[in-house]
């Protein structure tokens, strides 16, 4: 099975960037769908023998989706987006389902979509970047200080999160 995410920034452009991937996908897939007939017409079998199909798996993969590089506040001890991502965040589950729900298994429900939500990691990402290596290990060497160890701690914890919603996913679909 074939599957696609959506990372996606707090900002309009990732907003439209949902209709254009849904027009683009369903334009690649007609066009594969044409060539696979015409290959058959045209040589009975051989797509049978390349192993092509007309059906292609990715149009049940939409995995999820995943928001990120938003500023957040915290309000009543909660950490949240600001008013401005907020508004931009509130719109996306339902560009979701306008642009990319008929990507998605029927087994997958709309609510598993989103996947999570990874925070402005702020000098974490320049950090791994200057040191060549994953974020999960970097250490003091790379110059990894002070509140930096619990932003490290607390992007794995959100990381795996993701995954397993991901993994869910997929194996449900």
Known sequence: MDFFVTPMGAD???????????????????????????????????AARYGLTENLSVTDGFGGYTVQQYSTVSIRGERRATQAYDQIINQIPSQVEDHLAKYVSDDVRASGLHLGDIPNLRSLVPLAQSANSPLSELTNRDGLTGGQYSQQRNYESIINQVGQRLYQNCING
């Open 12 to 46: 309009i452009f990732s907003v439209v960037a949902l209709r254009n991937i849904a027009e683009w996908m369903s334009h690649w897939i007609g066009l594969y769908q044409q060539g696979v007939a015409l290959c058959e017409k045209n040589n009975p079998g051989a």
